[in-house]
């Protein structure tokens, strides 16, 4: 091939090469040469990639964080690998392996960066396609960092160094070049400002790239960012970066993360370029899982394919040294305690805490976190007591009232406070005990006739002489009602008797059981089977017939009932399976309001006709249904509670209660939230009082009252009123 046609080839190939990267970073440069100063700009933290690579000042504990500060590195605690694979346009793939680990003063990485750049066709001086060599990009990075710190007489971090050396080798075609390059980056932690890094890079000082009759000189690029942390608020994090590649221009980027629960990390950033493509908005995540995490970001373009990158990091073995481990698995079991509080679960995050100073007593943040949820669980407990016992008095006036409902309703009000409440458990069952008397007072009165009528008819019998008629007539009575002192007596009376028979007035009582036995009339024998035992115990054959009296009875007893519900469940079965089926329906839409009420609908046709086979299910979704709505209402008063809207808020926390009494974030915003509100309503009332606008007072006044009863103040303004 001629010289001048191996030069247009070459060309070729180096115009091809750099069209991804340009794409991807849109920098105008060179034809040659292009592709390797775009390749060592391309970013493997897919981390911070998530931010828009807003991170010279983020420190962490990834190796790969070390490509853009070497000083990154010295948050690397363990043995660590991260992997990342980038998928750019024109079937253009980036690797990058980075391997980090602790040495004895500082840390120690070493990464591989290749970049592929697929098949490229060219073209001849006889302008004919021809197949290029492959062309592709190949760097090896060493990388060291260190704190600046003192241990004496406590240990204070002030600053982290770092540096890179790296080693360029760039394939096109068949021209190869090498180049060499340093990196120098630190970040200071501002002692003047709490959670707050500075951090600076010069990155790419070295040697130029060589092709042919070419040089160009590496892109030096100079980077100082900022980062400030707010673990109170879902582990906030705010970044920003300003970079400036020798002549160049200024590039800005601005990120944020921030974790919404403790393996789940979400982020989202900005930057501005010149000129560039490149410039936008980009988003990530990341997925910890124990040693294993994994991160993602996502990169629009409106002129091609968005961009799409994925990092995966691997830990192994344990973290060097006593005091990082320590201090890593500390901060680990802080930040889930802190989590709970955040989240307002006091009781959860106390627990945390206590386990933490259980084990690190001097742990200050802990013990601080600790004594604030302290005092805010006394300060609610003492407020609920007052309600409980302002409730539990009520409950109690109610009941020696009599009336039940009022009572229930304040045990309920203790129950949903303090679930394990003896007095409001024992006071409910003293009402079941009080109504079941009144039910059977009522049953009595409905059934005083057909006693009176038995009661007739067996002293009649009893007159006679026909005691084991009048015996029947009172065990009936008895039946009906188990207290009734009269026909006990009158039934021992006839016993009495019985057992005073002559052996052959036995005999003939046993011949009218066998009588009514053979004819079937189980009922009529067994009366007289029972006065032949009463009369003469030993009559074992009178035992017998008795029993199988009883069970003949008692079988055909279970015949008809099942008879009679066969043809109730006939009547009902549709209803029965319309019924269930709404409400798998409502459930599967989500609308839990609608899929309760009708499970219970289901449970009580299920309970009334004995469809045994849907108890099970039917009860797991009501209970089901439950807990998803009383999280559903907890959600909609948090959401109410940060608009402001107090009302509302304290609503939705006491309808979560209703579903769910156990909802222990429920009960301490409900309650929290309702003294605020007493106090709020009380406050206006008493200004309305003052100012003589006595219907606004009055109604403000009743409002102060339905969140808190116990405001006595508030009840003797509203009597004056009155």
């Not at 481990?325 to 889930?336: C, V």
């Not at 019985?498 to 046993?510: F, P, T």
Request: aromatic share 12%.
């Amino acid at each position: 091939m001629p010289k001048c046609g191996l030069r247009i080839l070459v060309c070729a190939a180096l115009c091809a090469c750099q069209l991804p990267t340009l794409l991807y970073r849109a920098h105008a440069q060179t034809a040659i040469g292009g592709g390797v100063s775009e390749f060592m700009n391309i970013n493997p933290d897919v981390r911070a990639s998530g931010m828009d690579d807003a991170c010279v000042a983020e420190a962490n504990n990834l190796p790969v964080s070390a490509f853009t500060n070497p000083a990154r590195i010295n948050g690397v605690d363990r043995v660590m690998v991260s992997i990342t694979r980038l998928s750019l346009p024109l079937d253009v793939m980036y690797n990058y392996v980075s391997f980090g680990m602790p040495a004895m003063y500082g840390n120690l990485g070493i990464s591989v960066a290749y970049l592929d750049y697929g098949d490229i066709v060219g073209y001849d001086t006889l302008t004919s396609r021809t197949q290029i060599e492959p062309c592709s990009d190949t760097m090896v990075m060493f990388s060291y960092g260190f704190p600046i710190k003192k241990t004496i007489p406590t240990k204070v971090e002030y600053a982290a160094l770092g540096a890179n050396i790296k080693f360029l080798h760039s394939a096109l075609s068949y021209y190869a070049s090498e180049a060499f390059a340093v990196d120098l980056g630190g970040i200071w932690h501002v002692p003047w400002v709490e959670n707050l890094d500075a951090g600076l890079a010069i990155k790419n000082f070295g040697s130029d790239m060589r092709f042919i009759s070419e040089s160009v000189a590496l892109p030096l690029t100079y980077s100082l960012g900022a980062v400030y942390r707010m673990p109170e608020h879902k582990k906030l994090k705010l970044v920003c970066d300003i970079s400036s590649p020798k002549g160049g221009y200024f590039n800005y980027s601005l990120g944020a993360s921030f974790v919404p629960v403790y393996f789940l990390n979400l982020r989202v950033g900005y930057r501005q370029i010149p000129n560039s493509l490149a410039s936008g908005v980009r988003a990530g995540f990341g997925v910890e899982a124990g040693d294993f995490a994994l991160d993602y970001a996502f990169t629009p373009f409106d002129s091609f394919n968005a961009l799409h990158s994925i990092g995966i990091h691997l830990a192994f073995g344990n973290i060097t040294g006593v005091e990082s481990a320590s201090q890593y698995y500390l901060r680990k079991h802080f930040n889930k305690a802190v989590e709970y509080y955040n989240d307002r679960d006091y009781i959860e995050a106390r627990q945390q805490f206590e386990e933490i100073l259980s084990v690190y007593p001097d742990h200050a943040d802990s013990r601080a976190y600790l004594e604030d949820i302290m005092s805010k669980l006394d300060r609610d407990d003492l407020a609920r007591m007052k309600k409980i016992n302002f409730y539990l008095d009520k409950a109690r006036e109610a009941a020696e009232m009599q009336d039940y409902v009022t009572a229930k309703r304040y045990y309920n009000f203790v129950l949903t406070m303090s679930p394990d409440n003896e007095q409001a458990r024992i006071g409910i069952e003293a009402i079941w005990k009080n109504l079941q008397q009144v039910e059977r007072q009522v049953y009595l009165l409905e059934n005083r006739a057909q006693i009176e009528e038995l009661w007739k008819e067996g002293t009649f019998y009893f007159q006679k002489g026909d005691v084991v008629s009048a015996r029947g007539y009172f065990t009936q009575i008895l039946e009906i009602d188990p207290t009734n002192e009269d026909a006990k007596n009158m039934i021992v009376e006839c016993d009495n008797q019985l057992s005073k028979i002559a052996a052959g007035q036995v005999n003939d009582l046993y011949d009218k059981g066998i009588s009514f036995y053979k004819r079937g009339m189980f009922r009529e024998a067994v009366k007289y089977f029972d006065a032949v035992v009463l009369a003469s115990p030993g009559r074992y054959d009178a035992k017998e017939y008795a029993a199988k009296c009883r069970q003949y009875m008692a079988e055909e007893e279970e015949r008809q009932r099942t008879e009679q519900l066969i043809r109730e469940q006939g009547l009902v079965q549709n209803e029965m399976d319309s019924t269930y089926d709404k409400a798998l329906s409502y459930y599967e839409k989500g609308n839990f309001e609608m899929a309760l009420e009708y499970f219970e609908k289901s449970k009580r046709l299920a309970e009334r006709y004995r469809f045994e086979q849907y108890h099970q299910s039917i009860s797991n979704y009501i209970e089901n249904s439950k807990m998803l709505l009383s999280e559903k209402h907890f959600r909609k008063g948090q959401e109410y509670q940060r608009k402001e809207d107090y009302d509302k808020s304290a609503e939705e926390y006491r309808r979560a209660l209703e579903y769910n009494p156990g909802n222990a974030s429920a009960r301490i915003e409900y309650e929290k939230m309702s003294g605020d509100l007493a106090q709020k309503y009380y406050e206006m009332g008493m200004n309305h009082f003052a100012r003589s606008e006595m219907e606004e007072a009055r109604e403000y006044l009743i409002k102060c009252l339905q969140f808190d009863p116990t405001r006595t103040e508030a009840q003797k303004v509203l009597d004056r009123i009155k």
